[in-house]
């Protein structure tokens, strides 16, 4: 198995609220859609990435080392069994680290060199800013990193208490 730092996660298209998740973590994760056309995304035993799935044909296949099958349908439940199953510790996240859109990792960016691309008065009440490269995506954090990091808390304190 991969040390935890190193799992990557390709995730079908149903459990989009987990692909979002393990990305807030940190987590390097893709989606399996019908309608890619980079087939380099498809093959997950060719990257060492995790699939997660809900699919019964999935979960039934004869080699599935590297396929987790997700049991709930409830995001926070979902993600909780990705994270007592694969034995992910907090020390292996990395919080707030990759873009929400498209994956890629972020950069801290000087707050100069963004003004006039985000709202003045956030511009003028934050200090730290990260971008995406790839998409554009200017982050800060706001209430919804504060929102997060509780969610977090609450996903690691259960799984120190063993409490599933």
């Not at 907090?90 to 919080?95: A, L, M, S, V």
């Not at 956030?122 to 200017?138: D, G, L, P, S």
Request: charged share 30%.
């Amino acid at each position: 198995m991969l040390k935890n730092l190193d799992m990557c996660f390709i995730v079908e298209k149903p459990l989009g609220k987990l692909l979002k998740w393990l990305r807030i973590l940190g987590f390097d994760t893709i989606c399996d859609s019908d309608d890619s056309n980079d087939k380099r995304f498809i093959d997950s035993g060719k990257e060492k990435r995790i699939r997660l799935s809900r699919s019964v044909a999935t979960r039934d296949r004869k080699n599935t080392n590297q396929i987790l099958f997700i049991v709930s349908n409830n995001p926070f439940e979902q993600l909780k069994q990705v994270i007592h199953t694969l034995n992910i510790g907090f020390g292996d996240i990395r919080p707030f680290s990759r873009c929400n859109r498209c994956n890629t990792l972020l950069k801290p960016v000087d707050k100069d060199s963004i003004r006039g691309m985000i709202p003045d008065y956030v511009w003028v009440t934050h200090t730290n800013f990260r971008f995406c490269r790839c998409c554009q995506k200017i982050y800060w954090p706001g209430n919804h990193t504060k929102e997060g990091k509780e969610i977090i808390k609450r996903l690691f304190i259960f799984n120190l208490n063993g409490k599933f």
